[in-house]
Nanobody
Framework: QVQLQESGPGLVKPSQTLSLTCAVA??????????WNWIRQPPGKGLEWMGV???????YISPSLKSRTSISRDTSKNQFSLQLRSVTPEDTAVYYC?????????????WGKGTLVTVSS
């Protein structure tokens, strides 16, 4: 059983940096065949894929967010993190971390519960 859990501040002020961490249990983030994603869902809207970090540390960021977004990892803690800079109220959303598995044809087989981040002054 793989478990993912998002953590970080629930309120961020405009122009500041949104930082979240996803703790992973039951699987190693360095194992070949898996990659680790950030996805968000603004209130009343659909899911938006933000980016991914592969088992070897390579990252891919959505073009619409690339200029503001970084994904990193701490292999000693088996966790990965999201950094979204210069936030605005439009960045208010539920943020999820999720695993992609080659075993299920690159589908996302495990998700965290999500955490709501509100951008407001």
């Amino acid at each position: 059983q793989v478990q993912l859990q998002e953590s970080g501040p629930g309120l961020v002020k405009p122009s500041q940096t949104l930082s979240l961490t996803c703790a992973v249990a039951g699987a190693s983030i360095t194992t070949d065949g898996y990659a680790w994603n950030w996805i968000r869902q603004p209130p009343g809207k659909g899911l938006e894929w933000m980016g991914v970090i592969a088992y070897d540390g390579d990252t891919y960021i959505s073009p619409s967010l690339k200029s503001r977004t970084s994904i990193s990892r701490d292999t000693s803690k088996n966790q990965f993190s999201l950094q979204l800079r210069s936030v605005t109220p439009e960045d208010t959303a539920v943020y999820y971390c999720a695993r992609v598995s080659s075993v299920v044809l690159d589908g996302m087989d495990y998700w965290g519960k999500g955490t709501l981040v509100t951008v407001s002054s």
